[in-house]
């Protein structure tokens, strides 16, 4: 996109701050965020900053206001803290999301929005399409299910041109802060530090890890394309086994960490793994970053 005016909820945080980065140059950008998790220090000196909490109408309609475009990432992004207090999370995620989509209905704007793999819970089958059978395992699940909805819903009765995103798991850059982080920049860390690498049960689960800078492409090419209404999965369609990624860290840190392991988590999912011709059709969405180099210049640069 280029010359509109554009929100990034969430603009401070991991994934809205290289969504901003993208966008700065060639649009008028504006974040809303708390700084809860999200840090002022990741955020482009371009932008006009909104602080405030999404959940506060007068600060999100103020936010709102004269927008083309806005890219929803704000969110309690914790499986765990929701599933420790599901009404916190179930206000910030799903109703603050339905205030954001009623003041887009008034400005005419689109939404794209972070939707999650969450969705579909325990996987019947992998890889995952977009049509595979959604049963939340967490608040956290359920609440992005309900705003995945809902962006659909709005395109139909209300013609709101609204895209959501199914995130497999992100990483990159800006990834660790906060009380939460994703295994890879836990296992970075520990790695850098000698420490032992923590992983859960026997590691033979897999994931689908995308890189930070795929997930903008597919921000970017969601918010230019005439397939509104739609749902579409973001990952690479490749897989890796936690045991792997944790000898491929290892290894790339040049650590001496011992690898343990310990209890499986409660409710983990066994095999993750995104299936991508919807995206690859309706966006031309290519994954460019295979987890090999993600990895490598993700330590490289931090
Ligand atoms: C991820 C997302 C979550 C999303 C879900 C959708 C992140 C951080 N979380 O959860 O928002 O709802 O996908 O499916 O991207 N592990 C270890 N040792 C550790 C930490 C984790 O072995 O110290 C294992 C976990 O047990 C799990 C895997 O690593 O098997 C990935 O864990 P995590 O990064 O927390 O992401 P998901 O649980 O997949």
Redesign the pocket.
Known sequence: PSGRTVLVTGGAGFIGSHLVDALVEDNAVRILDNFSSGTPDRVHPDATVFEGDIRDDATLSRAMDGVDLVFHEAAL???QASVEEPKRSHSVNLEATLSLLECARREDARVVLAS?????GQPEYTPIDEGHPTEPS?P??LE?LTIDRYARLYHELYGLETVALR?????GPR?AGGD?????S??LE?ARNGEP?????D?T?T?DFVHISDVVQANLLAAQTESVGAAFNVGTGETVT?RE??ETIRSVVGSDSEIVH?D??PG??EQ?QAELSAIRSALGYEPTVTLADGLQTLVEAT
Do not use: M
């Open positions: 992004v914790s499986v999650s793999a969450a969705i579909y967490s956290y699940g992005k995130y497999f798991n992100v990483y990834q939460y982080s994703g295994v890879i836990i296992f520990q690498i923590t992983v859960n049960g590691g689960q994931r936690i990624l944790a310990r499986p988590r983990d999912i993750s």
